[in-house]
């Protein structure tokens, strides 16, 4: 129980950028963007112990700063480059909204980026990995004291097609791996979720979470398997960051509540989808860094409303 | 309480047809399908009295006749046509199961199809016009003898491009309108689901199913919204007929239940669901035809397994 009452650590490494996104909808120029932004972010809603490891430039805005310190996340992790430029990543949305178009990416700071885990943060009790090279993902995990409670890592099909070793090796040692349902046919060769989900397990992750965008969000552990929609909504103003705000919100959830019990790595799934369903409804980090603990459970009572039925099997 | 006593009926209106089939895991040739008879035998599971309305040719097999008497399907208003060929339809679908090429069309019979209600079933409690001509619907609609308690259609993007006045009669005239989210944009010219569904209410349905292939179908009812997935399967052998026995499974649930609450629709929805995960397993009517009821409550409870979840917001 010492556990319970001792708030659990969460660290969160991944990018910190600068993003341009144009969608049917409007543009927003040089906005704070970034994975490790829109975890650390989400996940603040359910874990009061955040720490960010990652790299921007001098030109990263002081704003971006104060975001993370309004939501309390300890940035002693975030290195600034002095005479360097932060990550920048510049696109544009189809009116689908579930296909963009990369206008342009600078790497900048990124492409030196050597993480670095703050004496006080390596014993996190529990680890997200954003999408990296696997070579740095391993270098966090290896500065860590000891091995968190919880390690979830994030990929992407770039690693596939450039490090797959790496990425293999990278799979082998953590906990859940997140994915999209198209890497994760890339990764297993199967067009079938259940096989591939099946395949992606025997790879070491005990947990499984494959991301559908707009069609929510599968969570597998050994023969059990969850579903959450993502919530329809009026309008998707901008994608962007929902993936790592339900990855954040995710992992927040369970640091939080520091339970492992698939009942709440459940609830984690729905709590992570209601943030990702905020996310969406402004550009960039806007409407997460607004939002309110009662719009959250507002959230979280229309999907209990959404798939909540009532059928007594007799 | 009386009509809670006594069976409602549900008169079914649709093709009855043979299809040739290729997916990736095989082929079969003249095998029996159609939306009316998908409809028919997916509603037989809830409701013991079916009326199926549809033509066929001579060259229809007596064992698609055997298999609706098996499951006691009221077939006197099912023409066959002497000399005359049934619907035929050849497709063949890619390997994500979602897209097909349609590889031969002949109406045959269907070109000609006057639907005539057998007088014994005009006072059908409960409609379910399938994806026809909207006038051929309107002509099934007149020959009721009063007003069913709910009438449902279906139908697709070509009538919206041939027939839209007749459409939009028809869609007035109906309490469930169901279609496929593609089809919802194009009726409104909205993206987002949730202001299409608005939209499509407002031409007069007071109930609307939305339908998404594998990923699922949302109900739309006043200001109410409910979502199932479809159920993750190993494989999806043929998709033929998948929409069809939703909707078939659905409005029998309805129609054996004589429940029209919003809960019970919402069970209606997760029973059709759970018929069409088995309708895809087999070629055709294959799989649905020997179907147990045993194996239904199976699936339901898999989707109660898939979808639900515990958080309780104080």
Redesign the interface.
Known sequence: MAQNIRHMSLLVVGTVALDSIETPFGKAERIIGGSATHFALAASFFCPDIRLVSVVGEDFPQNGLQQFARRNINTEGLQIKKGENSFFWAGRYH???NSRDTLDTQLNVLAGFDPIVPEASRNADFLMLGNLMPSLQRKVLQQMNQRPKLVMMDTMNFWMDTAWDDLMDMISRVDVLTINDEEARQLTKE?????AARKIMQMGPRFLVIK?GE??A?LFHEN??????AL?????FDPTGAGDSFAGGFIGYLSGTNDLSF?NM??A??YGSAVASFCVEKFGIDRVADLHQNEL?ER??EF????????D?V
């Open positions: 009116i689908d909204m067009y079938s979720l259940i096989k559908k069609n929510g599968l059990k398997l969850f579903f959450a929609p329809p909504l009026e309008e998707v009942d459940k609830r799934v729905i459970d979280v009572q209990i409303d959404l798939v909540q039925f009532d059928i099997l």
